[in-house]
């Protein structure tokens, strides 16, 4: 039976192991949360010397946002280290029970294995002695059963003490924190006060003298004005006194030169308009020579389309188409709009040089410009002819 008690001064050892953990890792995580405060009181104290020595305010935000990041930083290893003793806790807690029930199954078979045994030694000749042994046997394990469940119990007991002692000290701390960072917070607002007013007062004194120099600027400019704008009066009447008499002696001098220049202005005058007259019977003279020469040209182009029509017809009656075609085509260069031409150009490309192309574009073109003309309805069928 001893393997039964020794299987439970195991499980009391590993218990106890796991609450001595507990216990330290409560006492670091009290220190941490001390050291929390420590950090918080010295901040304090940095602030309230700062203020003392009458340090500016921008020495007191840096030493406020220093001593809060190493709360924060304080604040942050804390919550930290609790997740890492919850998680080292629930390993240890998973450990264990599987530790218990691989101690369980060992136990059942030791005693199955311990079971035959005895039911084959050679020594057990009774079945009184046999009856008794099997009492004796499952007693002990029903003692060992109950110390290993009073240990769990015992354990989980410890385990919800310390997770409890664990949510206190946080809270607290949490609470610790907040209560140094409002104290933090108070005490930097009182220091920012005193800065800004007396910031304020320095600025008021600066603006007083501003002003003071300004108003004594201002009266130096005007003395100095006052006195430039009598110079300046001075040196003016001076000059107009100066330039009276030498305008006086110009006008004297220049008298006769004036009168000399009006008479040849006068002449230039004349002589101008004397040149506008010619320049005027000259662009009458020239209107009326391009007139005659529009007329000239008219009568020429007039000229050259008969020549070259009634070539063209001389030709055709002879016989030479491709003269006749050359001259008809000069006088249609000079006159699109001649209905007999047209009608001359529609028979000799329709009769003589065979393109019925051209013949049906000066037929139409004779149509348009003359569709009273006596010739109309024969050359309407020529062009139904053609088609």
């Known amino acids: 039976m001893k393997v039964y008690k020794y299987r439970g001064g195991i499980c009391v050892g590993v218990l106890c192991c796991m609450v001595s953990f507990v216990a330290a890792e409560v006492v ?183 002003e003071e120099e300004r108003e004594r600027r201002d009266t130096a400019m005007e003395q100095l004005t006052s006195s430039l704008h009598q110079e300046f009066k001075e040196s003016l009447a001076d000059l107009e006194e100066k330039h009276a008499h030498e305008l006086a002696k110009l006008q004297a001098d220049h008298s006769s030169e004036v009168a000399t220049a009006h008479a040849a202005y006068e002449t230039l005058l004349a002589d101008t308009r004397r040149e506008r007259e010619e320049i005027q019977k000259l662009q009458d003279e020239v209107s009326r020579l391009e007139a005659a020469l529009r007329i000239a040209q008219r009568e020429n182009e007039q000229e050259r389309f008969l020549l070259a029509y009634n070539s063209g017809s001389l030709f055709m009656a002879a016989g030479r188409y491709d003269r006749a075609e050359t001259e008809l085509l000069k006088a249609l260069s000079v006159r699109d709009d001649d209905a007999p031409l047209h009608y001359n150009l529609g028979v000799l490309y329709d009769e003589h040089l065979r393109q019925p192309v051209k013949a049906r574009r000066h037929y139409e073109r004779f149509l348009e410009l003359a569709p009273n003309d006596r010739d109309a309805p024969m050359v309407m069928q020529w062009l139904r002819e053609l088609r």
């Open 28 to 210: 670091d995580f009290t220190y941490l949360s001390d050291g929390i405060e420590d950090a918080g009181l010295e901040a304090g104290v940095d602030i309230w010397d700062m203020a003392s020595d009458g340090d500016d305010d921008l020495g007191v935000d840096q030493v406020l946002a220093s001593r809060v990041a190493e709360l924060e930083q304080l604040v942050v290893k804390r919550d930290r280290q609790v997740s890492e003793l919850k998680q080292a806790l629930e390993d240890m807690t998973a450990t264990f029970t599987l530790q218990m029930a691989e101690m369980r199954s060992a136990a059942k078979s030791q005693d199955a294995a311990a079971m035959h045994e005895w039911a084959d030694s050679p020594a057990q000749t009774s079945r009184s002695s046999s009856t008794e042994q099997r009492r004796i046997l499952v007693g002990a394990m029903d003692t060992d059963a109950a110390q290993l469940e009073q240990a769990i119990a015992a354990f989980d007991k410890e385990h919800q003490k310390a997770l409890i002692a664990f949510e206190i000290i946080h809270a607290e701390a949490i609470a610790e924190f907040e209560k140094q960072r409002q104290e933090l917070i108070a005490t930097f607002e009182s220091k920012h006060d005193e800065v800004v007013g007396a910031l304020e007062q320095e600025l008021d004194r600066i603006t007083l003298a501003l």
